[in-house]
Structures are given as structure tokens and as C-alpha cells.
């Protein structure tokens, strides 16, 4: 290994460590500016597509509707009194399912995939379950899913 | 690594550009500090681009919510404040450093031929910077944004005949609603910006085919000549990092400067703020506008102005450049920029 520096060698290095320390400088502003913002945990709370909650109230027996969670899409159903929570999105190619009243199951419309009203792949490709969220009801009537 | 950048090199033969446009391109040894300034504009172009392209992550050009969106860029986002006010102050600097590199041009007559189109595209670029320095004036929609807009885009309607078609067009209806912002988004961040990277491109092509001129008053047979890189991109580097030092003093320390109080209050149609003034580069012909009586005579006295600086190639033909051998060009040079720092002073304290 040649020990010498040179005055050549030298500068060059000097001016590569100069480029190197402006350009991390300059890097590590714009990677925080960059990376998603955590936000504070708050209340799951299940919304419309306009951030308006829904009251628990609105959904009748035998009905369901269809909103929005911090996680995405979820579908709540009425059966027997009961509010059920699941992932709307189907866990084949992530498109929304519906509930079908008649069958008591969940249809995924791009590849009938289907799910029984727990959530349980009955066929088609979806390789996993519906995910199901619990339910909670606030004082104002509506819907917190954990 | 060494392997792999040989492999590549033996196939695309890289060395051989390098050696032909960089290391093996020879410039006059004496070049100066005013020879610096493209690179300077050059550096500040990019951090433009590169601020823009972050700010439109979070930027929502919408009157409802666009100053909302820069509020929480500022407030909220990681480094927001800082990729915004780099955004703020490098616009000003690039018309800075551009008037600086203009006024060198002038001085040491590089406009002269063969330089002729150099000097054309700049002059269009300079246009061009402050067209897009106008258009992104209105974006964060605060009251400054608004009204000095509003003020902006009243001018052209003192021309006879087409005056209010052309603010009809410019505003995108009667006053500055949403459509004005809408048109204003679009040009700011798309075509004003890669016309001026295709402005720049032809700027340096024609630099490139032309050669660096020589400080006036040098013999070019007896000065000694530099490779291009690393000796003169050292002395670029030196500028360069000057630029960057006063940038980032203006960025920490007094960002008043191009964010002042009305830049921070939403946009309200129906409150003016009291003495509202266009940006600094603006004022001179502000202040002209309002010491000529009729204001078609006064846009159009700055018109045949900006024509003659223009056209100044053509108009100036002997290929003298010795600053000291044209007194009466110097004169009028000298006489321009006293007036022109003048107005601006009195347009900022009037």
C-alpha cells in the first residue's frame, strides 16, 4: 500500500469529504421530510368516506354497512342484534367484498372468493381469512373497533 | 467497484467523454469570480426543483385548502419549514445571482459576437425565472399572495384595446379565484420550469460550441489555459459554497426577508392589507409605473426598455469589450443601475 500522500491525493480526498458531508447535509432534511408522519394512537373510530362517524344505530338487522377504519375498509353486519366487524378488503388481491343477506356470506366480486359470515374462507383463492375487529359503542352511539 | 466501472467503460467508453468534455476541456486560466455565477444559477436551479418536487407532496392547490397545506408543511412536517424557506430564498437569490450575471456580461461585453445567442437565452431565461417567481407568489394563497397577485395581474390591462382580455386570460376570469391559482399551479411547476431547463441546456450547448471568453483585455495567445475539471469546477466549487454560506444565513437567521407578516395570514378577498408591494425585483418598476401619469406609457416605456437590453447584440456591434474603451456604453450602464436601485429603494420606502 502506497503510504505517500501526495498534495494531489490529498485535496482530492479533501474536496470528495467536503461533496460527501454537504450532500449528507443536505440528504438527512429531506429523508425526514420524506418518511410518514407517526401520529398520536386515537380512537379507531368507524367513519364514512368523509370522516363523518357512523352511529350504530343506522345499521338495521339483516343489514350492513360499509366504512372506514384507520386500517382501511371495514364492513359491520347485523345479525340477531349483534354489530360484526371484518376487513372489507379481500386477503386474495385486496378488493372490497360485499355481504350478501340471502347466502349469509361475504363475495369478493373480482374472483368469488367467498367468505362465511365469520369471516372464514368458504372457497375460491382468497389464501386467508376475513380479519375481524372487535366493537366497542361509545356514549354517542358510535362505532370503536380495535 | 473498480471492476465494474472498467466492465462499463470498456462497453460505453466513458472515459473518452470525460476526457473530451472535462478533463481535456481547456479554459482560459485567468477566469474570474464573475465567471461563476451560471454555475451558481445552475446549483440554485436544481435546489429549486428539488424544494419544488418536496413541497408538492403536501402542497394542495386549492383556495380552501392551500394555505392550510403550506401551514402544515411549515408546522408539521419533518424539515417542512426548512425545504420551504430553501424554496423562498433560493427564488430570490436565482433573480439575484441572475442580475449579477447579467451585469457581469454587460461589463466585460461577452454579448458580443460570436455570443450573440448566449446573450438572447439568457435574456429569456431571465424573463422566464421571473415569470415563474411571479406564478409561485400566489401558491401559498396568503395575503401577500393574493393581493400582491391581484395588483400583478391588474398591469396588463393598461393596454389599450386588449388590456382587459389579456387580465381576463392571465387570471382565468374576472378576479383571482381558484382558476387563477389552478393556471398559476400549472405553469409554476410544469412549463415554466422545463422551458428554462431547456433554456439552460441550450445556454451551455452554445457556451460549449463557442468557448468561455477571455477577460477583456487579455491576450488570448499568452494566457495559460486550465482543464475544465478539476481546475476550474474547484474554482466554481469556491463560489458555490459563498452562495450556499449566504443562503443559509438568510434561511436561519432572517427569513422575514421573503416571508413577511402578511405571508402568514390566509388570503382574504375582502381586507387589502395596508402599503401591499410587489417582491423586491418587482419595485423599481412599480415605483416607475406610479411616477408616469398614464399607465400604458409607463408599461410600455419599460417594454422598449426590456427590448433594447434584448436586442443590445445587435445593437452594439463593435467588437470592442474593454469597459474603459466604451465610456459612453459604461455611462449608461452605470447611469441604468443607479436608476434602477433608486426606484427600488424608493419603492420600498414609499
Known amino acids: ?136 359503542i361509545t356514549s354517542e352511539g358510535f362505532i370503536i373497533l380495535s | 467497484m473498480n471492476k465494474i466501472l472498467k466492465a462499463i467503460d470498456e462497453r460505453l467508453k466513458l472515459s473518452e467523454l470525460y476526457e473530451k468534455y472535462l478533463s481535456g476541456y481547456m479554459v482560459p486560466g485567468n477566469l474570474n469570480f464573475w465567471y461563476c455565477l451560471g454555475s451558481v444559477l445552475i446549483v440554485i436551479f436544481s435546489i429549486q426543483i428539488i424544494t419544488g418536487i418536496l413541497l408538492l407532496m403536501y402542497y394542495i392547490p386549492s383556495v380552501d385548502k392551500a394555505f392550510e397545506s403550506v401551514m402544515y408543511i411549515t408546522n408539521k412536517v419533518p424539515f417542512g419549514w426548512l425545504i420551504r424557506r430553501v424554496h423562498a430564498v433560493g427564488a430570490n437569490l436565482f433573480v439575484l445571482v441572475l442580475f449579477f450575471h447579467m451585469f457581469s456580461v454587460l461589463i466585460m461585453g461577452s454579448y458580443k459576437k460570436p455570443r450573440e445567442i448566449h446573450w438572447i437565452t439568457g435574456c429569456l431565461l431571465f424573463a422566464l425565472v421571473l415569470v ?38 392571465i387570471r382565468g376570469g374576472e378576479k383571482v379565484t381558484q382558476l387563477t391559482l389552478g393556471r398559476f399551479f400549472s405553469i409554476h411547476v410544469s412549463l415554466i420550469p422545463f422551458t428554462i431547463f431547456i433554456l439552460i441546456a441550450i445556454h451551455i450547448f452554445v457556451i460549449r460550441r463557442t468557448g468561455i471568453s477571455f477577460p477583456p483585455g487579455t491576450d488570448e495567445t499568452k494566457v495559460k489555459k486550465i482543464p475544465f475539471f478539476p481546475h476550474f469546477v474547484l474554482e466554481d466549487l469556491k463560489v458555490i459554497y459563498i452562495f450556499l454560506a449566504i443562503m443559509f444565513l438568510i434561511v436561519f437567521f432572517y427569513p ?95
Open chain 1, 1 to 136: 500500500m502506497d503510504k505517500k500522500m501526495t498534495r494531489r491525493k490529498f485535496l482530492g480526498k479533501l474536496v470528495a469529504g467536503i461533496l460527501g458531508g454537504t450532500i449528507a447535509l443536505f440528504t438527512a432534511p429531506i429523508a425526514f421530510y420524506l418518511l410518514p408522519k407517526k401520529e398520536k394512537k386515537k380512537l379507531n373510530i368507524f367513519v364514512d368516506p368523509k370522516g363523518n362517524p357512523i352511529p350504530e344505530s343506522s345499521i338495521k338487522e339483516g343489514d350492513y354497512e360499509l366504512g372506514l377504519s384507520d386500517e382501511g375498509p371495514v364492513i359491520i353486519v347485523r345479525r340477531e342484534g349483534v354489530l360484526y366487524a371484518f376487513s372489507a378488503v379481500c386477503t386474495h388481491l385486496g378488493c372490497i367484498v360485499k355481504w350478501i343477506p340471502s347466502r349469509n356470506e361475504f363475495l369478493c366480486p373480482c374472483h368469488a372468493g367467498r367468505f362465511d359470515a365469520n369471516g372464514a374462507v368458504i372457497s375460491g383463492p382468497p389464501p386467508a381469512p376475513l380479519k375481524r375487529y372487535k366493537i366497542e
Open chain 2, 132 to 169: 415563474e417567481c411571479l406564478s409561485g407568489y400566489l401558491l401559498p394563497w396568503s395575503q401577500l399572495s393574493y393581493w400582491a397577485t391581484t395588483v400583478a395581474t391588474n398591469f396588463p390591462g393598461a393596454f389599450p384595446f386588449i388590456g382587459d382580455f389579456l387580465v381576463y386570460v
Open chain 2, 256 to 350: 422575514q426577508f421573503v416571508l413577511p407578516r402578511d405571508a402568514l395570514i390566509p388570503a382574504d378577498p375582502l381586507s387589502t392589507p395596508e402599503h401591499i408591494k410587489p417582491e423586491w425585483y418587482f419595485l423599481a418598476n412599480y415605483q416607475f409605473l406610479k411616477l408616469i401619469p398614464n399607465e400604458f406609457l409607463g408599461i410600455f416605456l419599460q417594454l422598449i426598455i426590456a427590448v433594447i437590453i434584448f436586442l443590445l447584440p445587435f445593437i452594439d456591434r463593435t467588437p470592442e469589450r474593454r469597459i474603459w474603451k466604451r465610456p459612453v456604453f459604461f455611462g449608461i450602464v452605470i447611469f441604468g443601475i443607479i436608476f434602477y436601485v433608486l426606484l427600488t429603494i424608493w419603492g420600498y420606502i414609499s
